[in-house]
């Protein structure tokens, strides 16, 4: 819970910031990418041409009571290629995207970032496994198939063997009670 509390009131402090430092706004913009949160169109103050800004947005989500909860269940099985791409393409090799370096700006930033990094990599991962899991799902079934079949053909050979040894303790009892001197028979 203090664990709570503290990462509630460093998340607070983030969205206070009314210029924040270009490592808490590359986290965010990738946290908002990762949760499907579009940016603002604003005046570019340089060009005067409009550009992305996902300041605001990132206040917006960072004010919700449940932004914290929301990233603990963030279905992490299910993100969108096209956010994934996103993040691999623009967060993930950019040098200044490292935990270490954002850790400078802001600790909740830094968190934020590792979260981040750690969605692409689960992501990354599953693609790997996934194919792997249907593969397996596969041969266990049909393992399970050729199991059921040897039992059947295991049960068929024991009433075989059975019904063989059946008719052998029949022949050896017929014999006994038969046994005929081999002097008669020439």
Do not use: H
């Amino acid at each position: 819970k203090q664990w709570y509390q503290r990462r509630v009131a460093i998340t607070a402090g983030v969205k206070s910031m009314k210029s924040p430092p270009p490592g808490v706004r590359l986290v965010m913009e990738a946290v908002c990418i990762l949760k499907g949160i579009k940016p603002d169109r604003v005046n570019d103050p340089a060009t005067g041409k409009k550009v992305e800004d996902f300041w605001k947005p990132s206040q917006k989500l960072l004010g919700d009571m449940k932004f914290l909860q929301s990233l603990k269940d963030y279905d992490k099985d299910n993100v969108p290629v096209a956010f994934v791409k996103k993040i691999r393409a623009t967060y993930i090799p950019n040098p200044e995207f490292v935990p270490e370096k954002i850790r400078q700006a802001s600790n909740a930033a830094e968190g934020l970032c590792k979260w981040v990094r750690a969605i692409e990599a689960y992501d990354r991962v599953a693609k790997v496994v996934a194919p792997k899991k249907a593969a397996l799902a596969i041969a266990e079934s049909k393992f399970a198939e050729a199991q059921k079949s040897l039992n059947a053909k295991r049960a068929m050979l024991k009433e075989v063997q059975d019904k063989l040894q059946s008719l052998r303790d029949k022949f050896e009892e017929n014999t006994k009670k038969k046994k005929v001197p081999t002097a008669t028979l020439r």
